[in-house]
């Protein structure tokens, strides 16, 4: 079984900082590109980021109204993704879903494995 496992979520002042990991079990890790996309409630869910390694470089790929504030990075020998977040703000609140799938595209529908999610709430 393929498993997506989400933790690090919790509630958090305004401006301070979380660090989401995603751990992942029943696939060989190293051959998929890992995403993170979050939904609030009533809203659409939004891509975050996304990581791949190929020939041997790691390549990032963030939302733009993100740049600078969240970083993704992933630890192969420990089959986890980690979304390390700063300067976090009320409007970044929702549930964070990792996703595993063959490219680092930002639409929902590339990655094929999801996680259960994690809450994140930043509050004023």
């Known amino acids: 079984q393929v498993q997506l496992l989400e933790s690090g979520g919790g509630s958090v002042q305004a401006g301070g900082s979380l660090r989401l990991s995603c751990a992942a079990s029943g696939v060989t890790f190293s051959g998929y590109a890992m995403g993170w996309f979050r939904q609030a409630p009533g809203k659409e869910g939004l891509f975050v980021a996304a990581i791949r390694r190929s020939g041997g470089s790691t390549y990032a790929y963030y939302a733009d109204s993100l740049k600078g504030r969240f970083t993704i990075s992933r630890d192969n020998a420990k089959n986890t993704v980690y979304l390390q977040m700063n300067s976090l703000k009320p409007e970044d609140t929702a549930v964070y879903y990792c996703?595993?799938?063959?490219?680092?595209?930002?639409?929902?529908?590339?990655?094929?494995?999801w996680g259960q999610g994690t809450q994140v709430t930043v509050s004023s």
């Open positions: 996703a595993a799938g063959p490219t680092p595209s930002s639409a929902r529908d590339e990655y094929q494995y």
